[in-house]
């Protein structure tokens, strides 16, 4: 018998911590995985892992997603109905020197996961993808129904790859599986490798921030809450499959199998000096700006058609960039108690 928990994998990281807590608030049973590992300042991971450990329906469990034997005995025991996979070796410049870190965490990792639902009843997986798959694709704003065969960064091609395998194991053994492609998440408790975080510290330190491509960038800055409202109306639209039509070319986020992709953006993409200027504003510090040519496996735009998760669960992002940016350096400044040295912790 399934214990009614729901796993939560990489608990201690940015979008796990919010939506165990999203989830804990909302009365389920939480266990969350996470090795909290030291690709970041181990501190924040530790601090998010108390705020959760305060709910007495969470349980944390420190496992690699690589341990097949501890992996296979975890779903054994607890029988999960759903698993949210959010769990991965992130970052896209990351991957180009330590490429072995996304093989072992992000394919054979997320395979573990794959085999864990599929021998023990899994009602639905739900599992982060990325919006780095739509890698050299021009046709804006980004679909769910449009191709993405060119990815530009091992990181991208490694979630393409998630989204891939997750439909073998739909087809093959019929595992509902959603795939979510999150577009340049922000917010309270952020990585400090992500631009807002870097952003934010080099102002209060006084240091140089570097704007690649001369910062012509647009992103689709997409608030963490709405992030994860998403994920959590998506968990019980268990997908069903959908029935091919006969000479149709098949759609490319949607199956015959019950697997669905989805796009979690913003839907509205922001220029990257924008976000520089509202928080020079909200730090009250104008930023030493340095800039640099475009970095491989960076794309110029981001921008998410969110027209599917708004049918099909009433929902899409509406954070603006001015409230989101308030709330982030809100957090930023009580964590690191609005001193410019206490930001080198991390």
């Not at 992996?71 to 992130?90: C, I, K």
């Not at 072992?104 to 997320?110: E, T």
């Not at 989204?163 to 087809?171: D, F, G, P, R, V």
């Not at 009433?314 to 001015?322: I, M, W, Y």
């Amino acid at each position: 018998m399934a214990d009614q928990s729901t796993l939560v994998t990489g608990a201690a990281g940015f979008i796990g911590f919010h939506m165990a807590r999203r989830l804990l608030e909302s009365g389920r049973a939480v266990v969350g995985l996470d090795i909290v590992n030291d690709y970041y300042d181990v501190r924040l991971k530790q601090a998010r892992l108390k705020m959760l450990q305060a709910y007495p329906r969470f349980e944390l469990v420190k496992i690699d997603l690589g341990d097949r034997p501890a992996m296979n005995d975890l779903f054994a025991r607890h029988r999960f109905p759903v698993v949210v996979h959010l769990a991965a070796q992130a970052g896209v410049r990351y991957s180009l020197e330590n490429p072995q870190a996304y093989i072992d965490s992000n394919l054979a990792g997320f395979n573990n996961i794959l085999e864990g639902c599929r021998h023990n009843d899994c009602r639905h997986l739900l599992f982060a993808s990325s919006s780095s798959v739509y890698g050299s694709n021009t046709k804006l704003p980004f679909s769910v129904h449009d191709n993405v065969d060119h990815p530009i960064s091992l990181y991208a091609a490694t979630k393409k790859a998630n989204e891939l395998m997750a439909h073998a194991y739909s087809h093959l053994f019929r595992l509902p599986a959603t795939g979510l492609r999150f577009f340049t998440v922000y917010g309270p408790w952020g990585r400090p490798d992500m631009a807002m975080y870097i952003f934010a510290k080099a102002i209060m330190e006084g240091t140089p921030i570097k704007l690649f491509n001369h910062g012509q960038m647009r992103r689709d800055f997409t608030y963490v809450d709405d992030i994860v409202e998403g994920i959590f109306r998506l968990i019980d639209r268990v997908p069903q499959g959908e029935p091919a039509a006969q000479g149709v070319p098949q759609d490319p986020g949607s199956s015959a199998a019950p697997w669905r992709i989805y796009n979690i953006g913003n839907n509205m993409p922001e220029e990257l000096m924008r976000v520089v200027d509202i928080l020079e504003k909200e730090l009250g510090r104008s930023a030493i700006k340095q800039f640099l040519p475009i970095q491989p496996g960076d794309v110029t735009e981001t921008y998410a058609d969110v027209d599917d998760l708004m049918r099909d669960v009433g929902f899409s992002p509406k954070t603006t960039l001015e409230h989101g940016i308030g709330q982030f350096i809100s957090w930023f400044r009580d964590y690191h108690q609005d001193s410019p040295s206490a930001a080198s912790r991390s």
